[in-house]
């Protein structure tokens, strides 16, 4: 079973304005709302992909009824636990003009330890050695900075294999738990290993330290060129087919689910970017946060072009 956890969901809305300007006042051309956050977009994809996941969320108020309503009617399993507070609603503001992405996030409910504890003990209690459990997104107000590190240590000593999709000091501390996968970006690394990284060398490079540094498989995504994957035998990067941009907004999401249904899987590691790349760029091309059918994705796969590293 692949487990997907969403500590700070929200309800993503996608507003079409043609022309937006601040400070004045823009008018919505389309509007779109899709149950959202990390984990949450994570399990939207593997569905479309033909995998089963169950999503983890902590869920509150009438928004956190609302989207827990929204991914059953789509034949999803979630797990909810009750947070104390509104779920929060992201606002996200598309340009066609201009060729724009705005992101206005709203910070959530608190979150308190205790509260933490027992759903992680109640995720444990379930889990079997070989089971995925997908760590990604921001952590809720009031989340101690390792909490991440304390999960992975948990679900990895239950059996799992743990991946982890954070930023910042969550990921660095992540770290200290030697999950079996981590995927940042491009931009996410530089700022873990305190320098700016130029070409595809140097990513390949700080990615191959994270490995020596005890994690397995380290997935580095950069955007439109690709990603670098490195593991304890190869380095690979995937470059990803050009594809017209619907929507950015859970990029890297659709491939953090691309990696957990091939994991599970057992496809080779060449399998595993194509399918990763060719799942990124399929979901490029929807709005919102809305996931790519298997047959866009399908219709992708042999445009991604593989190089040894």
């Known amino acids: 079973m692949i487990y997907?956890?969403?500590?700070?969901?929200a309800l993503d809305k996608t507003a079409t304005v043609d022309g937006f300007v601040v400070d004045e006042v823009n008018r919505i051309?389309?509007?779109?709302?899709?149950?959202?956050?990390?984990?949450?977009?994570?399990?939207?994809?593997?569905?479309?992909?033909g995998g089963t996941s169950r999503a983890v969320a902590l869920l509150?108020?009438?928004v956190g009824g609302r989207i827990e309503r929204m991914l059953a009617a789509e034949g999803i399993d979630v797990w909810a636990f009750e947070a104390h507070g509104e779920t929060r609603t992201n606002l996200k503001v598309v340009d066609p003009r201009l060729d724009t992405h705005t992101d206005i996030n709203e910070p959530g409910p608190v979150a308190s330890v205790a509260q933490l504890d027992d759903m992680r003990s109640a995720l444990v209690a379930e889990l079997s050695p070989g089971d995925i459990v997908v760590l990604?997104?921001?952590?809720?107000?009031?989340?101690?900075?390792?909490?991440?590190a304390a999960w992975a240590r948990a679900c990895s000593d239950a059996g799992a294999?743990?991946?982890l999709d954070a930023d910042g000091d969550a990921l660095v501390r992540g770290l200290d738990a030697h999950p079996y996968l981590v995927k940042?970006?491009?931009?996410?690394?530089?700022?873990?290993?305190?320098?700016?990284?130029?070409?595809?060398?140097?990513?390949?490079r700080r990615?191959?330290?994270?490995?020596?540094?005890?994690?397995?498989?380290?997935?580095?995504?950069?955007?439109?060129?690709?990603?670098?994957?490195?593991?304890?035998?190869r380095a690979l990067l995937a470059r990803s087919p050009r594809v017209p941009v619907g929507s950015t907004v859970g990029a890297g999401d659709s491939v953090v689910a691309a990696l957990a249904y091939a994991e599970e899987r057992g496809m080779s590691l060449e399998q595993t970017m194509r399918l990763a790349m060719a799942t990124g760029a399929a979901?490029?091309?929807?709005?919102?946060?809305?996931?790519?059918?298997?047959?866009?994705?399908?219709?992708?796969?042999?445009?991604?072009v593989i190089e040894e590293l």
């Open 184 to 204: 940042p970006n491009d931009a996410e690394l530089s700022r873990l290993c305190g320098e700016r990284l130029g070409d595809t060398a140097d990513v390949a």
């Open 60 to 62: 509150g108020g009438s």
């Open 4 to 9: 997907t956890v969403t500590l700070n969901p």
């Open 136 to 148: 990604s997104g921001s952590l809720p107000k009031g989340a101690p900075v390792a909490t991440y």
């Open 29 to 49: 051309g389309e509007l779109r709302e899709d149950p959202g956050g990390k984990g949450i977009n994570v399990t939207k994809v593997i569905a479309k992909l």
């Open 207 to 233: 990615a191959r330290d994270l490995v020596e540094g005890g994690v397995r498989r380290v997935v580095v995504s950069m955007g439109g060129a690709g990603a670098v994957v490195v593991d304890g035998e």
């Open 283 to 304: 979901n490029v091309m929807q709005s919102g946060t809305q996931a790519a059918e298997r047959s866009q994705v399908d219709a992708l796969v042999d445009r991604v």
């Open 161 to 163: 294999k743990v991946f």
